[in-house]
């Protein structure tokens, strides 16, 4: 069984920045994809960034393009997410997810909010 465990969230004033971080219980080499999602109150939950294991290429939502970045460090098994220029629309939970075959793995989210 996969175990995603997220930290780096906080309380941030606006236009600063924070760092999550996601560490998985094993290689993230056996994922397909790794990826952040957040959730705001009252809505759905959505994709924030991509990071695709095969090709090494990500994806990004445009309500954060050239705001936020996804990395990894696979010595660590870990999944980043820096998230500069923060936005008080930016508050959620974010999520860590892998995608392995056509099993999904979740974290249990790490909240962000971002005060005007």
């Known amino acids: 069984q996969v175990e995603l465990v997220e930290s780096g969230g906080g309380l941030v004033q606006a236009g600063g920045s924070l760092r999550l971080s996601c560490t998985a219980s094993?290689?993230?080499?056996?994922?397909?994809?790794m990826r952040w999602y957040r959730q705001a109150p009252g809505n759905e939950r959505e994709l924030v960034a991509s990071?695709?294991?095969?090709?090494?290429?990500?994806v990004y939502a445009d309500s954060v393009k050239g705001r936020f970045t996804i990395s990894r460090d696979n010595a660590k098994s870990t999944l980043y997410l820096q998230m500069n220029s923060l936005k008080p629309e930016d508050t959620a939970v974010y999520y860590c997810n892998a995608l392995q075959g056509w099993d999904n793995y979740w974290g249990q989210g790490t909240q962000v909010t971002v005060s005007s």
């Open positions: 990071s695709i294991t095969s090709t090494g290429s990500t």
């Open positions: 094993g290689s993230i080499f056996s994922f397909n994809a």
